[in-house]
């Protein structure tokens, strides 16, 4: 009897093959099931778990990627990619720089070629919004929490739907600043809102923070150093820096002209109209931010007043209340040129230009001691706060209803007087921006 032995390439194949097989009677099973989930949910009103069972499931792959990122090597750093036809036919990307369009433009090639050469000429921003968001999930202790990170994917979620489905008039160009493990998830979301909500060209950038600061790190801890955030808070980490650094970091497109905007924000009207504030700037203008509404810098500016009783430095309007970073329009390249804010915003070995005296040497140093400035810790905004007092020539007051702040935490029986007096803006109807800080829900229209 002659035995019969199999070709190990034919029993390679065979392996192949019904690994292929399982592989697909897996994916078919997934898919049935989510099909059965579903007409389930429509039926019984279980949509929104299915949308935290899925941002769930993200937030988990997340944590994983993010551990994986940090036993990397750190080479892989810079704008991450979705390749074309991963996210299905509205989606095209110019590889070359890291850009997509999502859109029902995709399906024609010229348009797209044309708005993607209109990306690359046009830095300042005539003809589509950039906006600059940073976003990374929270943590507690160092550590992800993922309870906190649905809640922020929510936010985050309801932000951009109100942002993509109110533009009617401009491309919108997002350029996401988060971590390593994160990049994915965000643009992710930002990708399916686009597909489904907006009637505009949309492009994503998303792009490692340690690559945006990686260059710049003593700055960074320079701002940390002299306006140090409040200890275990969402504060306290590195990102509530970065804003003041934009100026001098490479950000995808190289935009001049940019809105950085936090996630807690719900609009009622076209983003390109908040752009549109750039036209007002005149020509030495370069940073637009509306007013803080709350009495967070009344004890910032107290011990100033006390020395200087004329000072309306932390009074109510008209005397300057602060300001409040969380819609902020940036001119960069004009803070780039700008001498005085590379003095106050980067580190100077040889000391700064601006002032003889040793002990004037640096310049943020100084600025705190001449208006013996106590930081609210709230990381960047008491940045932006000191430099408008200083030089207002600087700043272009933004409308308040483009940043109308919810946060009642200083509102208090005693104070309610004087609260109402910094806070309210205006008529509901009027609001372009509601802003929802410190978890402070969000009026539904």
Not at 9 to 36: G, N
Not at 138 to 161: L, N, W
Not at 256 to 273: G, K
Not at 276 to 300: C, N, V
């Amino acid at each position: 009897m002659i035995a019969m032995h199999t070709p190990p390439a034919t029993r390679i194949d065979c392996e192949k093959r019904k690994k292929l097989k399982r592989k697909r009677q897996k994916k078919f099973a997934a898919s049935l099931l989510l099909f059965l989930v579903t007409v389930l949910s429509m039926s019984c009103g279980l949509t929104r778990m299915l949308v935290d069972a899925e941002a769930s499931a993200l937030i988990a792959a997340v944590l994983d990627a993010q551990a994986s990122a940090d036993g990397s090597d750190g080479s892989n750093q810079g704008t991450s990619h979705v390749p074309a036809g991963k996210l299905g036919p509205w989606v095209t990307s110019d590889v070359s720089r890291g850009l997509m369009q999502v859109s029902s433009l995709s399906n024609d090639a010229d348009s797209v070629d044309a708005v993607n050469r209109a990306m690359i000429t046009d830095p300042d921003g005539v003809g589509v919004v950039h906006i600059v968001m940073i976003v990374t999930f929270p943590s507690e202790g160092g550590d992800v929490s993922v309870s906190s990170s649905a809640k922020f994917t929510r936010i985050f979620e309801e932000c951009i739907e109100s942002l993509l489905s109110t533009a009617k008039r401009m491309p919108v160009h997002f350029i996401l600043l988060t971590d390593k493990g994160s990049e994915f998830f965000f643009r992710k979301i930002v990708v399916n809102i686009a597909v489904a909500k907006s009637r505009v060209p949309v492009y994503v950038d998303a792009v490692a923070l340690v690559a945006i600061t990686s260059n710049m790190t003593s700055s960074l801890e320079r701002l940390r150093s002299h306006l140090p955030s409040a200890p275990r808070t969402k504060y306290a980490g590195p990102l509530f820096h970065v804003e003041p650094l934009l100026p001098f970091a490479a950000l995808p497109g190289r935009p001049n002209r940019v809105l950085v905007l936090d996630a807690n924000l719900r609009f009622r009207t076209d983003v390109s109209l908040l752009r549109d504030t750039f036209d007002l700037f005149g020509k030495q203008r370069a940073i637009a931010m509306g007013a803080e509404l709350s009495p967070l810098y009344r004890e910032s500016f107290r011990a100033h007043r006390d020395k200087f009783p004329a000072s309306k430095l932390g009074l109510p309007r008209p005397g300057f209340q602060g300001v409040n970073s969380g819609v902020a329009l940036m001119d960069l390249a004009r803070l780039r040129s700008s001498d005085y804010y590379r003095d106050l915003a980067m580190p100077s070995p040889a000391g700064s230009h601006l002032h003889g005296k040793a002990e004037r040497n640096d310049t943020l140093t100084y600025l705190v001691k001449k208006y013996s400035f106590g930081p609210s810790g709230v990381g960047d905004q008491d940045f932006f706060t000191l430099l408008a007092a200083e030089r207002p020539d600087m700043f272009y007051t933004l409308d308040c209803s483009w940043n109308v702040q919810l946060d009642l935490t200083l509102k208090n029986e005693e104070d309610t007087e004087v609260f109402d007096k910094y806070h309210y803006c205006c008529p509901q109807d009027d609001v372009k921006v509601f802003h929802g800080n410190s978890g402070y829900p969000i009026p539904e229209d």
